[in-house]
């Protein structure tokens, strides 16, 4: 008797447990951190609101690493059959992607939003990379970023003299290149063989990404927007090249590649003046350095320009119906208002909700940290970031010969050929 | 009779184990091999028979032999020092010199952490301005070097942090096999007036010759394979200075897609693993005092 209770007990609990799993969808969700600073935290927070307003939606956050890991870990999970519901990859992934027929269109549920009026909302400089090449939207535009030029005042304030004397203001930053290099050198200090302080640090890691700025602000780019056409050998990328080579090779006032997670560091510990970094990188510096520091457009040769930056949510093929309509919910969540600015004050992301800009609570923050106005407002001058199908294999093109260049290893005219060469291959998938 | 009995009965023993060495060793090579004839990447993603194209192919690239050169730099530059250096500090262990608790743990302390851990710990010894290795070389007035920042020296610091990570492995090994040595014949070389380097020479160098060819094999075999701290430092970089074979392979299986050249690669890491195993046993083997009695 005993045991019957028992085993109608144990019947009855796994009736009732299993009922209410079955209620609630759950959703497995990769996302990237790109940029220093203790991210995933803020990011689990978000998921716990999320979950607490949508008591029927269970979400599985997986931290995968950086943006390169994201994609690895997203395309091996599409591979195996398994993919996630939904993911943030790096905006220049998205051909790849739909060449594997990976995602979704949104187009459907933005029309049920409201279509035209919904997407008013969002900044449009980062719409630019959610199409594919059927006009439908596949991505989703969450942590977005542009790279900017962080400053150190105080550092710029005792060169005020050895400034002054050449004609520059120590009250601002550079804003054209020939600015950048004088600045540049001003802020240099040696002692012997070593390197105190550096006038600027272009770092490693993501250098074709800060190579497109420069590209573009001198008036070209590195891949069409179609997708297809390569023109990283220009005139113009060729002197951009060569005006990175001189500031590391010749005049030794930017140190060579230093790579992407350390320079923040750098620029907080005091080793260099000027950095080239995202605005995802801002929360740590504005929590950390014990400076006066400034944010600025990029400086501009024949126009200000740079490409946007970062990592577009994605819904999944190969799901059910149910998890991709509650993936849908997770997004529109996550960059409503209320969470885009919250993001953006963690994370010193771009809010991509316009609306994130009119809270109190945004408002507040950025008359205290008005450094924090400069992405957005440099959205003006923002290209879509350049897209290709074997994107991997094409970034690994152009950082390998960038970095064969900036090492003095081979020409700069040399890696610009090398480079273009691979791409064209990788697009073609020789 | 009983014999083929006995022969049954081992292998009817053996049959679990061989069932998971063929489904998890013999089968994933062979079908490796068949894909490295097959074309199989982003833009066709169905495998498709090529013959030798992605031989072929990595005969043309410029990051193969590149990538060949670091590993076989990697395999000789750190396999000699950590095996004489894991040696002489198991003798040392094992003759109880003074400090010899200190020594035991902070030589094998490495081995016991995590690869990651021990990756980001000297990713900030390497940083170049704020590491403590280039604040000790400016103490000294030497110049601070780039690290894993600079193509010069990023597959020399991957070396020296893997040395640091591999040497108590191979001392225990040594310290083990020195057990083994019979401590009479010591006394017996010491009244004969053989001093400490002679003894060592003469007795426990031959003696511990089983124990150096594994130590041998596996060094190799563990070199030939280093991938966590080169994902987890350089990525292979700066410009594939510090890229390796099992890198390459990874970068090209779940990076790039190429599933038929990432194939390729590891056919080629297959036989070149295959024959350095061969030549090794054949040269050495042979050669080897196995006991002390």
């Known amino acids: ?430 | 009779m009983t014999e083929k009995l006995e022969n049954l009965k081992c292998y009817l023993f053996l049959f679990p184990g061989l069932i998971f060495l063929f489904l998890f060793t013999y089968i994933p090579i062979f079908w490796s091999v068949w894909l490295s004839f097959n074309r199989w990447n982003l833009l066709s993603p169905k495998p498709r028979f090529a013959g030798l194209e992605n031989f072929i192919r990595l005969w043309n690239d410029e990051v193969f032999w590149i990538v060949m050169k670091n590993t076989f730099a990697f395999v000789t530059i750190s396999i000699f020092p950590t095996m004489i250096l894991a040696l002489i500090f198991a003798i040392l262990i094992d003759e109880r010199m003074k400090g010899r608790v200190y020594y035991i743990y902070s030589l094998f302390y490495p081995t016991l952490i995590p690869m990651a851990a021990a990756a980001m710990l000297w990713v900030y010894i390497y940083s170049p301005n704020l590491g403590i290795l280039n604040i000790l070389l400016a103490k000294f007035g030497l110049p601070k070097l780039g690290w894993l920042g600079s193509s010069k020296t990023s597959l020399w610091a991957l070396i020296i942090m893997t040395f640091w990570k591999n040497l108590g492995f191979f001392m225990l090994i040594y310290l083990s096999g020195l057990q083994n040595v019979n401590r009479e014949l010591y006394e017996a070389a010491y009244i004969d007036g053989a001093g400490w380097w002679r003894r060592h020479i003469q007795i426990t160098f031959p003696l511990i010759g089983p124990t150096s060819l594994f130590v041998l094999v596996v060094a190799i075999i563990l070199t030939f394979r280093v991938f966590d701290q080169i994902q987890l430092m350089t990525e292979g970089g700066p410009g594939n200075s510090s890229n390796v074979i099992v890198y390459y392979i990874f970068e090209n299986g779940f990076k790039f897609f190429d599933w038929g050249k990432a194939n390729a690669l590891t056919a080629i890491l297959v036989v070149i693993m295959l024959t350095l195993t061969v030549l090794i046993f054949g040269i050495f083997g042979k050669r080897i005092t196995y006991t002390s009695d």
């Not at chain 1, 008797?1 to 609990?13: E, G, H």
């Not at chain 1, 009732?16 to 935290?41: D, E, N, R, T, W």
């Not at chain 1, 060579?256 to 080793?271: A, H, M, S």
């Not at chain 1, 609306?355 to 109190?360: A, C, I, S």
């Open chain 1, 1 to 430: 008797m005993k045991r019957k209770i028992f085993f109608s007990v144990i019947c009855a609990l796994t009736i009732a447990f299993a009922s209410s799993a079955s209620a609630k969808v759950k959703i497995k969700f990769f996302y990237p951190v790109g940029v220093a600073g203790p991210l995933v935290k803020v990011m689990n927070g978000m998921v716990a609101d999320f979950e607490k307003q949508n008591p029927d939606i269970d979400i599985e956050p997986v931290y995968a690493g950086n943006y390169n890991q994201t994609m690895q870990k997203v395309q091996t999970a599409v591979m195996g059959g398994n993919p996630p519901d939904v993911a943030v990859v790096e905006i220049s992934e998205l051909y790849s992607l739909l060449q594997m027929d990976a995602l979704i269109p949104l187009d459907g549920y933005i029309q049920k939003e409201g279509g035209k009026a919904f997407l008013k909302d969002y900044f449009k400089g980062f719409l630019g990379n959610a199409y594919g090449r059927d006009g439908k939207m596949y991505g989703f535009p969450f942590q977005r970023s542009t790279p900017i030029l962080y400053w150190n005042k105080d550092m710029f304030k005792a060169a005020a003299a050895k400034l002054k004397a050449v004609g520059l203001d120590p009250d601002r930053p550079p804003q054209t290149w020939d600015e950048l290099v004088a600045y540049a050198k001003i802020l240099t200090i040696r002692q012997g063989n070593q390197t105190k302080q550096y006038g600027l640090i272009i770092p490693g890691g993501w250098d074709d990404w800060i190579f497109e700025a420069f590209s573009r602000q001198n008036g070209s780019q590195l891949i069409k927007s179609d997708g297809l056409t390569v023109t990283f050998n220009t005139p113009e990328n060729l002197e951009a090249l060569k005006l990175w080579v001189k500031l590391m090779q010749e005049l030794k006032v930017c140190p060579v590649l230093r790579p992407w997670n350390i320079t923040p560091d750098d620029f907080i510990g005091g080793v260099t003046a000027m950095m080239y970094y995202s605005t995802g990188g801002m929360a740590k510096v504005r929590k950390t350095a014990k400076f006066n520091w400034g944010a600025a457009f990029q400086p501009k040769h024949k126009q200000y320009g740079t490409p946007v930056g970062g990592g577009d949510f994605h819904i999944f093929k190969g799901i059910p119906k149910k998890n991709q309509d509650a993936a849908w919910r997770f997004i529109k969540f996550m960059t409503s208002p209320q969470m885009a600015a919250h993001w953006s004050i963690e994370s010193g992301y771009v809010s991509v909700n316009k609306k994130g800009y009119n809270l109190p609570k945004m408002k507040a923050f950025l008359k205290k940290f008005p450094q924090m106005k400069v992405a957005r407002d440099q959205l003006k001058y923002a290209y879509p970031k350049m897209m290709a199908v074997n994107y991997q294999l094409i970034r690994n093109a152009m950082t390998t010969n960038l970095d064969a260049a900036l090492e003095g290893q081979k020409t700069p005219e040399q890696a610009l050929a090398d480079a273009q060469k691979l791409m064209e291959k990788a697009i073609k998938g020789q």
